[in-house]
């Protein structure tokens, strides 16, 4: 009996041996070949650094020919083009804004799907007409936001790192133009290391791994997330897309986008800015909203495009004020 488990032991070690010389001497192979190992996503917490990606769609004239003050970068699904469309032709129309000029950019990844191909044909088409698109070749979806969050704070460094402000708002949001700029030109708004919107603070890191914004002790051992703008509207000056950039490596990445703005601000030493008043940014508001309301935001989440447009429509008139 003894001399069996000996003998088992032994074709065991040998097969481990084995094993290993096998597998490294096809990781030498695939390399010298050149061959792609399929990569397995591990999960939903852990986010490829986007600094793989580029762009591949990136025509627009913006901040090439002239310098401007905000920027207005909205994140948004390829296939969306209703939304984008709404935004063209409500506050995405607005130029010029108490003599600040004012462009607003679509970016956007890879679609995805059976007719991935026929929408990508779609969105040449849509950008030879508007030159407003701005895409990378990252997969489009929900858990690589962090991925398109980052591409946007790229694509800004490297163009737009003269102009003012930049502000990030989702496709969904009502945005008040006019009140935003009158913010940014306030001479108590800060120039530089600046961010500001619906500061989340002492937001507690979830551990139930039944839950989708779960995050594990390795990414953020402490208890609560460091303070961060929830990601429906959040505005910046121009200084930080370069300084979130440089520590970003330092920090893991993961899909929950905002919360990872906040982890890089930490290490930046540079704390988010609470708004001068708590009716400019509406995550969640009652509608419908009075046109008091509408006076004072600045940004608001909306249920759909109509109502959306509705909205922007009543702000632009004299009757919307308290």
């Not at 032994?10 to 190992?37: A, D, E, P, R, W």
């Not at 591409?151 to 003269?162: P, Q, S």
């Not at 208890?223 to 703008?229: A, K, L, N, R, V």
């Not at 509408?294 to 109502?307: F, H, N, P």
Request: glycine share 4%.
């Amino acid at each position: 009996m003894e001399s069996q488990r000996r003998y088992l032991k032994h074709i065991f070690v040998f097969s481990l041996v084995l094993g290993t010389i096998f597998f490294t001497l096809l990781n030498s192979y695939l390399g010298k070949q050149n061959v792609n190992i399929p990569y397995v996503d591990p999960g939903p917490h852990h986010v490829a650094y986007p600094r793989n990606y580029k762009f591949i769609l990136d025509d627009t004239p913006t901040c090439r020919t002239s310098s401007l003050f905000l920027l207005i970068m909205v994140p948004v699904a390829p296939g969306n083009v209703a939304a984008r469309d709404a935004i063209r032709e409500t506050w995405g129309t607005e130029r010029l804004v108490l003599g600040q000029r004012v462009k607003t950019l679509f970016i956007l990844g890879l679609p995805g799907g059976a007719d991935a191909e026929q929408t990508q044909e779609k969105l040449k088409e849509e950008n030879q007409q508007h030159h407003d698109l701005i895409q990378s070749n990252f997969q489009d979806s929900y858990h690589n936001l962090t991925i398109k969050t980052m591409m946007t704070l790229e694509w800004l460094a490297a163009h737009c790192a003269k102009a003012s402000y930049a502000l990030k708002i989702d496709s969904d949001t009502l945005l008040h133009v006019r009140n935003l700029v009158k913010l940014l030109l306030d001479p108590k708004t800060p120039k530089q290391n600046y961010m500001s919107g619906l500061v989340w603070w002492h937001s507690p890191v979830l551990r139930d791994k039944s839950n989708k914004f779960f995050v594990p002790k390795d990414i953020i051992p402490e208890p609560e997330f460091p303070p961060y703008p929830l990601g429906f509207a959040y505005v910046m000056s121009l200084d930080l897309p370069e300084k979130i950039l440089e520590v970003s490596p330092q920090i893991k990445a993961f899909f929950i986008e905002d919360a990872y703005l906040g982890m890089c601000l930490k290490r930046l030493g540079i704390p988010p800015t609470d708004p001068p008043e708590n009716t400019m940014f509406l995550v969640d508001p009652k509608h419908p909203l009075s046109d008091c309301s509408l006076s004072k935001m600045i940004a608001a989440v909306t249920t759909s495009i109509q109502q959306m447009t509705g909205y922007w429509e009543r702000s632009k008139q004299p009757s919307a004020k308290c």
